[in-house]
């Protein structure tokens, strides 16, 4: 008897995966300026969002799509942009109004050499600190980043779901490997997808209060022309959402704000360990990166040398608990990343420097091999 | 007409300076408003930063305070989501041409179905009175202490050159007329723009020894010059001239109708 072909499976590559992800998870609004190599993403809604009820905007520039996306959120709909390293840069300002309006979108990243114009075609894995510090200012930020094509579309999903539940922009911090890797993937039905959406207010308009503190510290989300009639605003602000200069008003604000990724990292955080019970050396890394780090601890391993992988789903908030309960018995640690050590320097602080840290860095374009890193468990 | 049903009147007093000419701006704004019967809940107001920009702070609809020269930006994003919406943006000189430039410019191209007010003060006024790309040459800015070397934009050109389907320009003087064109804008289906020539007396007035909040509205009155009166003037007749009126009003499809196309014709391809 002939097989039936199974028709969730797909032959996709990471940036279609994320698009597709963004539809899956809800997105019908995406707002876009060309990129190398973030482009396909913007491509791909530009042809499935006419049909799927969604709209696709390619903006004047990547300040402008980043405002549409806030823009579109405050109407209620689940937003997106995507981009690379310049354009990155350029949305920071606007990623700092999302984060203090508290207004759920998506900002993909598909990460390549930098600084500047850099290594448009290669990958990087540089913008981890602009991912966190990008804009200015005390703020949170939720980063997550993929490993593989499947993880896209799951990661994207689930960026949307942190976005919704703690009303904050979230960043996929993808990079040109894994954005252009095409792999064989099955896709979940979509019934069985977990779909998250901001909390509405139960309050009446006139006692309604957009940035109310209550003790769920995440205040409830009314729509722009929805009977609400509430001010956003970049400045400073109290619950009403109306500026104030109050210092008593703008550190509680402010507090909360912050205090959203404080209180709830557990839930935001995730990572994945292999072969991390019995190990000597433990391997840091994510991304495209992780999967040359898998390859060297099975090597390794084969060797007779204990290692084992942490793999940092998210990246921010920072997974230092998930490595404080790891490190103690081991020999030493490697982190692999394709950068100077931007991760590495957070594991030091992580770790307080008990253990010594060896780093494996790349920033030509080139992938980090599984040798290089094998050599690095080795030594 | 009551004019404080439309205002948030606990958030008094506002910022505008005395002489300031904002406040005429937004009247009008309210006074059409009234007339059209819109409901407060279906407008929303958003702008960018600087003087003008603080509008939205005043009024019981819904507003969006964004980053300098990003709202038209914002407001396309809320306009696709929520297209019953009136979007009223409310800008300044600096925020509309000089950061918001490329926005302003792309939107009317789009057409997007947006209308925005820009007060024109030929200054940045909340910063402390640097130039801005409207400052005429010659003029003293803080930041131009011997007369201000570039070359001004006129703005209403700007708009028309970049395809705004409707450019209007007014002074604070002619409130009658800043009335019918804002009445226009707010009913046309499309990038709309009406532009208000509004004194600055604290940070361009004074500066340029232009007198008072008063002195300067009368010096609109006196060198305001009709459109129609205007094209038989000279190049020379019409320096320092404000020339005033409708520069363009013009029936084109808008970007959400185009849109629509886009949708009607993806799905009949992926049937």
Known sequence: MEKKPNPNVRMWQGNVACAEGAIAAGCRFFAGYPITPSSEIAEVLALRFPVVGGHFIQMEDEIAAMGAVIGGSLGGAKTMTATSGPGFSLKQENIGFAAMAEVPCVIVNVQRGGPSTGLPTHAAQSDVMQARWGTHGDHPIIVLSPSSVRETYDLTVRAFNLAEKYRMPVILLSDEIIGHLTEKIEIPDPSTIEIIDRKKPIDTPENYLPYKMDDSDIPAMANFGEGYRYHVTGLAHDETGFPTNDPEKIRAQMLRLNRKIQRFRDDIVEVETFNTDDMDVLVISFGSTARSVKRAVINAREKGVKAGLLRLKTIWPFPDKEIEALYKPVRKIVVAEMNLGQIAHEVEWATRREKPVVRVNKIDGEPITPIEIYEAIIS | ???????????????????????????????????????????????????????????????????????????????????????????????????????????????????????????????????????????????????????????????????????????????????????????????????????????????????????????QKKNSVGIERAQKMSEEELQGKIITGVFVDKEQNNYLQRYKEVIDKAKQINQ
């Open chain 2, 1 to 219: 007409m009551d004019y404080l049903y439309y205002l948030r009147e606990e958030k008094m007093p506002h910022i505008w300076c005395d002489g300031c000419g904002h406040g005429i701006i937004l009247k009008s704004i309210l006074r059409v408003i009234d007339k059209l019967g819109w409901e407060k809940d279906d407008i929303a107001m958003v702008s960018g930063i600087g003087c003008s920009s603080r509008t939205p702070g005043y009024v019981d609809f819904n507003t969006l305070h964004t980053t300098h020269g990003r709202a038209i930006a914002f407001a396309t994003g809320l306009k696709i989501v929520k297209p019953n919406l009136h979007i009223i943006i409310v800008s300044g000189d600096g925020d509309a041409t000089a950061i918001g430039g490329n926005h302003f410019i792309h939107a009317a191209r789009r057409n997007t179905d947006l209308t925005v007010i820009i007060y024109n003060n030929y200054i940045y006024g909340m910063t402390g009175g640097q130039a801005s790309p409207t400052t005429p040459i010659g003029k003293k800015a803080s930041t131009a202490p011997y007369g201000n070397p570039d070359a001004p934009f006129d703005i209403s050109r700007l708009a028309q050159a970049a395809g705004a389907a409707y450019v209007a320009r007014s002074t604070v003087y002619h409130v009658g007329k800043t009335d019918r064109y804002i009445e226009q804008a707010f009913l046309k289906r499309g990038f709309s723009v009406v532009e208000i020539m509004t004194p600055c007396p604290t940070s361009y007035g004074r500066r340029n020894k232009e007198g008072n909040g008063v002195d300067m509205i009368m010096f």
